[in-house]
């Protein structure tokens, strides 16, 4: 369903709502805000505050495939499970959180 | 006819979206943009609560994990106020255990939906809770309305009544309360069948309704007995009205029997401002009004004013 286009840091993923005339805007919104959002996101790594952490993660869970990007939703979701482990490791919840920055990166309205 | 029932067709429904997610509202309000509601939308449990006061909400849109206040408490909070425990509420969840979801069911949710959601599934789950909602809300109507006449049943009386006396309690407004008993009725029945006894109440209803304001609640107390509450009206008001619907009684010809004029005789309490009368005695108060009505002819109103000061009793034929 998603387009895949050449851009920088990877092949770029668009949202399925490229072509939604309803959609287009909020979705512009969305991509536009996301590079806050990664940065509310390593802040909160980097303080170690997880609780702030899950509710980063869970919303984007949440909320990006409603805007047409399940993928991001997906690893935003495997985050916020390692997150409510007990016993999750430090290196992981980075590896996580390093995959899911990196996928927001490359994601672009159309 | 009544208050709920009037607001619900003046203004377009509002559906409220309790959710903590910014994301949420913004979806949901472009995806739901064109939908026959308007949507409100609140980001903590709390705010939402305070947002059904204010608003009224057709149904609720209840996430469940938010911080402070979750979405349980929200709906334990909303089932408990008897102001809010009949707007259905949908859940939209991130959370997809069976637990969750049985727990939600058994605080009083109509619907379950898991995030991320399908916005058009959303749509039509909202739609199909809108649609169960009018038709709960006919049959609460009907279930206070009489038969045969049309108009508010005894049950319905009993609970407006007792809200309008405890409303005029805090804001010191008038109130009055009618009721009217057809004069030998039972002979009608006995003489000229049921038929027309039928005819003679749902004509006699007519013409209530026609004498009465918007605001005014007619309703068939049993029997051949009716009562009319005045939300806002002063006794000698009350009066004018009750006076023009015994004339216009009396100056009616029936079809059926027409050298048998009916006539009514009326009782009314009211007060143009304070009182301390309860609900209870002021009932028997027109009640015993009604008997003196009677007793001293029949065909006629008598009034009581008992606004802060010794009943003053008051009568014409």
């Known amino acids: 369903m998603q387009e895949q286009n050449k851009g920088p840091g990877g092949d770029a993923i668009c949202s399925q709502y490229a072509n939604d005339p309803d959609m287009v805007e909020i979705v512009e919104l969305f991509v536009r805000e996301l590079p806050k959002r990664l940065c509310s996101l390593r802040e909160a790594f980097e303080q170690d505050n997880h609780d702030s952490l899950r509710t980063l993660s869970h919303q984007l869970k949440g909320s990006a495939p409603g805007y047409g990007f399940p993928s991001i939703g997906r690893l935003a979701g495997r985050l916020e499970a390692t997150l409510r482990e007990p016993d999750a490791s430090q290196d992981a919840v980075r590896g996580q959180l390093e995959d899911l920055i990196a996928l927001c990166e490359r994601a672009r309205v159309s | ?317």
């Open chain 2, 1 to 317: 006819m009544n208050s709920t029932g009037q607001h619900e067709r003046q203004r377009v429904p509002v559906v409220l979206l309790i959710d903590d997610c910014e994301d949420v509202h913004r979806l949901l309000k472009t995806r739901l943009r064109f939908e026959a509601f308007e949507i409100a939308a609140s980001l903590s449990g709390a705010e939402g609560l305070e947002l059904v006061h204010k608003i009224k909400p057709a149904i609720i849109l209840l996430d469940l994990d938010m911080p402070e206040m979750d979405g349980f408490e929200v709906l334990r909070r909303l089932k408990d106020d008897p102001e809010a425990s009949d707007i259905p509420v949908l859940v939209i969840s991130g959370m997809h255990s069976p637990h969750d979801k049985v727990t939600a069911f058994d605080l009083g949710a109509v619907d379950y939906i898991t995030k991320p959601f399908d916005l058009t599934e959303l749509r039509m789950r909202v739609r199909s809770a809108m649609r169960m909602r009018q038709l709960v809300l006919m049959l609460a109507q009907k279930a206070q309305i009489d038969g045969l006449t049309g108009l508010w049943n005894r049950a319905y009386f009993d609970r407006r009544w007792s809200n309008e006396t405890s409303r005029i309690k805090r804001y010191d407004g008038a109130l009055s309360l009618a009721l009217l008993d057809l004069d030998h009725f039972k002979a009608i029945n006995d003489t000229y069948g049921h038929p027309a006894g039928d005819e003679v109440l749902q004509t006699f209803a007519h013409q209530m309704l026609q004498e009465i304001r918007q605001s005014d609640v007619a309703c068939r107390y049993g029997g051949e007995e009716f009562a009319i509450i005045m939300p806002d009206t002063a006794p000698e008001h009350a009066r004018t009205v009750c006076e023009r619907i015994r004339v216009r009684l009396e100056e009616t010809v029936w079809p059926r029997h027409p050298n048998r004029p009916l006539t009514v005789s009326v009782g009314i309490v009211g007060t143009s401002g304070m009182t301390t009368m309860t609900s209870k005695r002021w009932l028997e108060q027109v009640d015993n009004l009604l008997y003196r009505a009677k007793s001293e002819g029949r065909n006629r109103v008598c009034t009581a004013d008992v606004t802060m000061r010794p009943p003053r009793i008051a009568d014409a034929g």
